[in-house]
């Protein structure tokens, strides 16, 4: 059930959540039970990048394993049952540059002492024909979240990056056969993941190879169409799985330059959870280049809420 407080913008809020995947969701459970009732604005497609995932395995407390969606409505439950309001709505933009901040949303503008931005990142998916039908259906962003599918079946990775040599390597647990494609003959990977993914007998990697249309049947992915870039020759390759490893960017456009990020946008953090502007927090794949995984994202969410509160009680 969803809760709307009334937006009135001379309000100022203890503490606002910008995005709802685990990260977001948990801060607001901790600041919730923290008595700061947060207000959270979860997006339009609230819940994150886990509403593309079937089944979640490796998030501790699920023996038999839950669905991505599933999961997503059970967090937000459970911290709007201690007092979380959820608006499913986009921020638009922010202005850090003075106390309290302001958060724009919908032509509406909210206040809010501290800001939590736990937007995550998204990957970037390859858009070539066919593809968002096949979307969790047998293409995927994520072998760590969907690899242990294709037991004993063929599937492709796409992408010549160090993701690519990783989810590749990380796939032959369970895939019989997996074909690294990459548009170029360059492989921006790292030698020694390049070196190690080249090794594994069950790997095969085509340079010159790029998606131009996904093929399937009512059962989901039978296949693609690759394009030789150089001269334009297409070739058809039979799999049943395919990962797309072509990068993530995190989503922090709204933010227009205001918190300090690295050089691919990812937000840094300046004294524990908190960014270079004093009582803005970030949480999650928004912050994070290496694990991106639900349950450090949920686990950074819980500091950020903790530090959040803390700032506040100092700060008030
Ligand atoms: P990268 O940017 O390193 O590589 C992206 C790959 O995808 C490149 O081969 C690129 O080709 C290709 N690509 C990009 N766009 C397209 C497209 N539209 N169609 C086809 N191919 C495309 O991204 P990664 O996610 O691999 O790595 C990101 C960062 O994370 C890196 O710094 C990496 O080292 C790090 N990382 C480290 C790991 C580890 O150490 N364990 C594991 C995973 C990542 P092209 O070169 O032609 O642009």
Request: aromatic share 8%; hydrophobic share 40%; proline share 3%.
């Amino acid at each position: 059930m969803l809760s709307v407080r009334s937006t009135v913008s001379e309000e100022i809020q203890e503490i606002i959540i910008i995005g709802s995947g685990p990260a977001g969701y948990t801060a607001g459970l901790y600041a919730a039970r923290a008595m700061l009732e947060p207000l959270m604005f979860g997006g339009y497609m609230s819940g994150g990048q886990l509403m593309l995932t079937s089944d979640i395995e490796n998030f501790p407390g699920y023996p038999e394993g839950i669905g991505g969606p599933e999961m997503m409505v059970q967090l937000r439950e459970q911290a709007e049952r201690f007092g979380l309001t959820v608006e499913d709505k986009n921020v638009e933009r922010v202005d850090f540059s003075e106390r309290p901040f302001k958060i724009y949303v919908e032509g509406e503008e909210f206040l809010a002492k501290s800001v939590i931005i736990s937007t995550g990142a998204e990957a970037i998916w390859l858009g070539a024909e066919g593809e968002e039908a096949q979307k969790g259906r047998g293409i995927s962003v994520c072998a760590t979240c969907d690899g242990a599918f294709f037991r004993n079946e063929e599937v492709m990775v796409i992408g010549g990056g160090d993701s690519a040599m990783e989810e590749a390597t990380f796939l032959t647990r369970f895939a019989d056969k997996v074909t690294i494609i990459n548009r170029r003959d360059v492989f921006r990977a790292s030698k020694v993941m390049y070196d190690r993914a080249n090794a594994n007998p069950k790997i095969e990697i085509i340079p010159h190879r790029q998606v131009t249309r996904w093929l399937s049947d009512e059962k989901g992915l039978t296949g693609a169409i690759l394009e030789d870039p150089r001269d334009g020759s297409e070739t058809e390759i039979t799999v049943t799985g395919a990962f797309i490893a072509i990068g993530h960017k995190p989503i922090t456009a709204f933010l227009d330059d205001q918190i300090d990020t690295d050089e691919e946008g990812y937000i840094l953090h300046s004294e524990h959870t908190m960014t270079n502007v004093p009582g803005v927090f970030a949480a999650g794949d928004v912050v994070d280049t290496r694990y991106r995984q639900a349950v450090t994202a949920a686990g950074m969410g819980c500091q950020a809420a903790m530090d959040a509160e803390k700032w506040l009680e100092e700060h008030n």
